[in-house]
């Protein structure tokens, strides 16, 4: 097993790593006061594009962490920086499926958000979306997907937050985004271009948040072929932790694999104790 060194900074999934759904994993308050301790930077970097950091930090507030929004970085954050990277802002208009964290981001970067039924080409008079985004959402309804359908068919450019097709919570495994994602390209016909793990970007964005390489960036996640592949994909290693979706018979089935595999953050702080 390569050694656990040369650790200056860590990309942290939250899903499955910190938490299921509002029941905190054992040992989240020593892992992150270790981190304090160590002066080790890190970012929280999830796909779960449903929270704004705001929204982040109180709920780690609420287990007993204490976080800035500036160590939060979320998909839809990710989704709103890529965006503004490649279209004007100022002309370009989004409909969004999702909640406040994937909203929220595309109104602070100076984008306009089309409501339901605002289709070009429709009955009814409107000036549609030139973009749909499309996030995890509690509150998907029927007509939001018909909107994001209609849009997509009329020429519009697909987004996905993410692609996690399942996610961990209190209740067990329930759908992710990805489920969402699917039935969105089987009524459209069109594949979304994704922001989240595994593709770089989001590693990358949290890298240059950190100011570090990829020599010495350790990215944490429970999910294989999203945290794992992503980092693989990056050039960062990566620890999997056991107490998320996937498991050690993923592992095996796999052809890549994480820098190191722990049962939990008990045993990543463990480690980083006994690390110089």
């Not at 939250?14 to 080790?40: A, S, Y």
């Not at 409107?126 to 997907?145: E, H, R």
Request: hydrophobic share 40%.
């Amino acid at each position: 097993m390569e050694p656990f060194s040369n650790i200056r900074a860590l990309i942290i999934d939250m899903d499955g790593v910190l938490w299921h759904g509002d029941q905190p994993i054992p040992g989240l308050t020593d892992f992150f006061q270790t981190l304090r301790d160590q002066q080790r930077s890190f970012i929280l970097a999830t796909n779960n594009a449903s929270l704004t950091p705001e929204q982040y930090v109180i709920k780690l507030a609420k287990m007993g962490v204490t976080v800035t929004q500036n160590e939060i970085l979320t998909s839809g954050i990710a989704t709103a920086l890529y965006l503004s990277e490649h279209e004007d802002p100022a002309t370009t208009r989004v409909f969004v499926i999702g909640e406040d964290g994937a909203k929220q981001p595309l109104i602070e970067r100076g984008f306009t958000l089309t409501d339901l039924y605002e289709v070009n080409g429709s009955k009814t008079p409107s000036k549609g979306a030139d973009i749909v985004v499309c996030g995890k959402d509690q509150t998907l309804t029927w007509d939001k997907l018909a909107t994001a359908t209609l849009n997509i068919r009329a020429g519009a450019k697909f987004i996905g937050t993410n692609a996690d097709t399942t996610l961990p919570t209190e209740h067990g495994i329930t759908h992710g985004n990805g489920a969402i994602l699917a039935a969105l390209q089987v009524a459209t016909g069109v594949t979304p271009t994704i922001i989240g793990k595994p593709e770089p970007i989001i590693y990358q964005q949290a890298m240059a948040l950190l100011d570090t390489d990829t020599s010495e960036t350790i990215a944490i996640g429970d999910r294989l072929e999203t945290d794992i592949l992503g980092a693989v994909r990056t050039g960062i290693r990566s620890i999997m932790v056991l107490t998320g979706v996937s498991t050690e018979d993923d592992l095996k089935l796999s052809d890549y694999q994480p820098t190191w595999v722990m049962p939990d953050i008990r045993a990543i702080t463990a480690a980083l104790k006994n690390t110089l």
